[in-house]
């Protein structure tokens, strides 16, 4: 299951992982970010680190990260943002980008 972050615990779990990490910013009203949230759940049952944030939660992370539209998911590599994908992006480009 995918994991959740917050402002509490992102720089831990996100910023100083030792894999990559791939964060899915979403909101529950967003339709296009339910049609994306099973392709997230794969990738996080296949073992990928993988977590969502939300954004009416969380809007300090997803101003931080200047997310505009949703789904935005970043791709983290050594606590850097290495890749970014905005709107329904398919489960292979997800996995390659975190190989």
Do not use: H
């Not at 100083?16 to 759940?41: H, M, S, Y």
């Not at 977590?51 to 809007?59: A, F, H, I, L, M």
Request: contains cysteine; hydrophobic residues 40%.
């Amino acid at each position: 299951m995918a994991k959740v972050f917050t402002t509490d615990n992102f720089e831990a779990e996100v910023l100083n992982a030792e894999k990559p990490v791939l964060v899915d910013f979403w909101a529950t009203w967003c339709g296009p970010c339910r049609r994306q949230a099973p392709i997230v759940e794969e990738l996080a049952e296949a073992g990928y680190e993988v977590g969502k944030v939300d954004v009416d939660k969380e809007p300090s992370i997803a101003q931080q990260y200047k997310i505009m539209s949703i789904p935005t998911l970043l791709v983290f590599k050594g606590g850097k943002e290495t890749a970014r994908y905005v709107g329904l992006t398919p489960k292979a480009t997800l996995e390659e980008a975190l190989q």
